[in-house]
């Protein structure tokens, strides 16, 4: 069993922890540095990403989030892919720069801010599709020489991976489809043999 640290300082991290219980590994709820030491890879979840920056330097976390994402799997969605990336166009916002993304905040526009629709997906070699919650979501606009894209919503990558950090813009964790947690969990598990 391996364990799974969610940051829970804000956003939808109880949804997280159930896939990950669903796939039969351990969760634990981070919201300090000493229990992020404790985790074999980081769920970075939706929420509000301002907020979640507010959250992370007032817990002294912000820093240790970039060192344990240089190495230990981290998986971001939605604000979570936010913090993630490179760079935020338009906006002075901060981020930890794990993956080479540049992503642009609410670009669905307002009437269309919250959508359900089908994606395709591509994990493991197979394509297939699914369903793809997308709630006030960002747009990767760019994507690094190294970023491996494995989902798309018309033209859109909206999952993608580099290294150890994988970041999507949907919420997989408000359906019952648990093959992005599943894909994370593996990605985690070959990391932590590596790692001891
Ligand atoms: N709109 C939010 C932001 O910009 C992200 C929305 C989400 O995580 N569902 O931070």
Known sequence: ???IGILSLQGDFERHQSMISALG?????????????????????GGESTTL????????????VIEFGKKMPVYGACAGCILAAREIVGLP????KLIDIAVQRNAYGRQVDSFIDDIKI?????????????????????????????????????????G?????????????????????????????????
Request: charged share 25%; hydrophobic share 40%.
């Open 1 to 3: 069993m391996i364990t």
């Open 25 to 45: 590994h351990e969760t634990l709820p981070v919201k300090t540095r000493e229990h992020l030491a404790r985790c074999r890879g980081l769920i970075i979840p």
């Open 53 to 64: 920056i507010k959250l992370m330097k007032k817990h002294d976390m912000w820093d240790a």
């Open 93 to 96: 916002q901060d981020s930890l």
């Open 122 to 162: 591509q994990l493991n070699g197979k394509t297939d599709s699914m369903e793809g919650v997308f709630i006030r979501a960002p747009r990767i606009v760019s994507l690094g020489k190294s970023v491996t894209p494995l989902a798309w919503h018309h033209d859109d990558v909206i999952l993608a991976e580099e």
């Open 164 to 196: 150890n950090v994988l970041v999507g813009t949907f919420h997989p964790e408000l359906t019952d489809d648990l093959r992005v947690h599943d894909y994370f969990i593996r990605k985690v598990a070959k990391t932590a043999k590596i790692t001891g």
